[in-house]
């Protein structure tokens, strides 16, 4: 039995070193993030910037990863984000804040799938419980536009979609599906382009009965904004629609004539579809986020998708545990480890 505790000890203290390890790793202090990534919020303009305002909780504030993809092969030029702290009476009024911070973006500029732009700065001390926006720019100061498009996540339950398409139409066909959830609150069209600028942009939600009757209408979806978007999602919002589920709905386009709307074809499940999401219900966002801009303006229920980073280390880590409560776990779990290592290791040395 001597021998036993002897194995548990040096167990508990051989896990102990993994632990420590695993503490002194850098974790975010604050994620946002999809388990799928769908919905690139388009390219980059430098006359309609897109950010994010959000509070943070932490110390030394230093670093913060925007999820991007590179739309339309390799970008020339990459990204520079500019960091402003913001007034709580000043929400409104986000760009006209002194920048704190500025950074280049650390992210590789080969064509492909989506990554994390990292934009690392001299951390901010007292960065704890304050309020902070962050916008993307082009880093070359001659391009007004560039190839790459950060993520947005809206505050809802996806419901149906119909995946990115393989071209585009300028008169597009009405999107049709089955809605399998209730309070129908948002519609994403994947655009290739759309100038919001040019004319009227808005959707109609439209329900055809399954008897024959003719559809009525239920919504109007507008964007709330006059941005250009290219190679993403225009998300078109309204009231919630409480009685959508199962309902067969059919969604109307009105979009200015040189809109260029994403389209599949020869898709085997979604032959001739137009690319469409559907959003169902309006999330509450945690205290952190206040939602994502563009421009100047600040766009309700969405986010883009981004970390921070703040105070780094073994002791900074062990204190997110204790916060978020884990303490324990963790504990009981080295613990168990430590008796099932020394466990193995006495059948082990018995059998020998």
Not at 108 to 122: L, N, T
Not at 200 to 226: A, C, M, N, T, Y
Not at 259 to 282: C, F, L
Request: include cysteine.
């Amino acid at each position: 039995m001597g021998r036993f505790w002897l194995l548990t000890f040096w167990c508990g203290l051989f896990g102990l070193v993994f632990l420590f390890q695993a503490l002194d790793r850098e974790v975010p202090d604050l994620e946002i993030r999809e388990a799928v990534t769908r919905t690139p919020n388009g390219k980059v303009f430098r006359n309609f910037p897109p950010g994010q305002l959000f509070r943070c909780d932490f110390r030394d504030l230093q670093r913060l990863d925007v999820w991007v993809i590179p739309q339309g092969g390799a970008p020339e030029t990459g990204l520079i984000l500019e960091l402003r702290e913001v007034p709580t009476d000043q929400t409104d009024r986000f760009l006209s804040q002194p920048v704190v911070r500025s950074a280049r973006m650390e992210a590789s500029m080969e064509a492909g799938g989506p990554r994390w732009g990292v934009f690392r700065f001299d951390p901010i001390p007292d960065s704890k419980g304050k309020l902070y926006h962050w916008k993307l720019q082009p880093e070359d100061g001659q391009r007004d536009l560039t190839k790459w498009a950060p993520f947005v996540s809206l505050r809802s339950t996806i419901g149906a979609f119909r995946p990115w398409g393989n071209g585009f139409t300028t008169d597009p066909e009405p999107l049709r599906f089955r809605s399998m959830y209730g309070n129908l609150s948002a519609i994403a069209i994947g655009v290739d382009g759309l100038d919001a600028a040019a004319g009227e942009s808005f959707i109609e939600v439209w329900q055809e009965p399954v008897d024959g009757r003719e559809p009525f209408f239920l919504r109007k979806g507008v964007l709330h904004h006059q941005a250009p978007t290219a190679s993403g999602y225009a998300f078109f919002t309204f009231d919630p629609i409480p009685e959508s589920r199962y309902k067969f709905l059919r969604v109307d386009m009105h979009l200015p004539d040189n809109a260029r709307v994403i389209r599949m074809q020869g898709h085997a499940e979604h032959p001739d579809s137009v690319t469409g999401i559907s959003y169902h219900g309006v999330g509450t966002p945690p205290a952190e986020l206040l939602g994502q801009t563009l421009g100047n303006l600040r766009l309700p229920q969405r986010d883009l998708i981004f970390r921070a980073f703040g105070e780094d280390g073994v002791t900074s880590n062990w204190n997110k545990v204790v916060q978020r409560g884990a303490r324990m776990r963790f504990v009981l779990a080295w613990i168990l480890a430590s008796l099932a290592a020394s466990g193995a290791l006495m059948l082990i040395v018995r059998k020998d």
